[in-house]
Nanobody, 116 residues
Framework: QVQLVESGGGLVQPGGSLRLSCAAS????????MTWYRQPPGKARELVAD????????NYADSVKGRFTISRDNAKNTVYLQMNSLKHEDTAVYYCNLLPPRAGYWSQGTQVTVSS
């Protein structure tokens, strides 16, 4: 049974930082591209970043380039999202999944709220 369990969300002021973690079980983690998505209030889920199995190739949405960093630790079966210089518009529920995303594998989601 595949499980993706997130941690690390919360409330942060504009300009602040947060790091999200997503721990995977039930898969051979090092075989898969991994991705972070987010769903802002009242909007559709959108791709934020993805990373190849070795961690050597990453891609980012234009809205987060230069501010967010995706990384992974295959020994810990964990993918991370370091979010710096956070803005109000980064407020969303953040999810991890494989890439391409599998319908039954979505993590539970973690709320990130950027507010002063």
């Amino acid at each position: 049974q595949v499980q993706l369990v997130e941690s690390g969300g919360g409330l942060v002021q504009p300009g602040g930082s947060l790091r999200l973690s997503c721990a995977a079980s039930g898969i051979t983690f090092s075989n898969y591209w991994m991705t972070w998505y987010r769903q802002p209030p009242g909007k559709a889920r959108e791709l934020v970043a993805d990373i190849d199995p070795d961690g050597g190739m990453t891609n980012y949405a234009d809205s987060v380039k230069g501010r967010f960093t995706i990384s992974r630790d295959n020994a810990k079966n964990t993918v991370y999202l370091q979010m710096n210089s956070l803005k109000h518009e980064d407020t969303a529920v953040y999810y991890c999944n494989l890439l391409p995303p599998r319908a039954g594998y979505w993590s539970q989601g973690t709320q990130v709220t950027v507010s002063s």
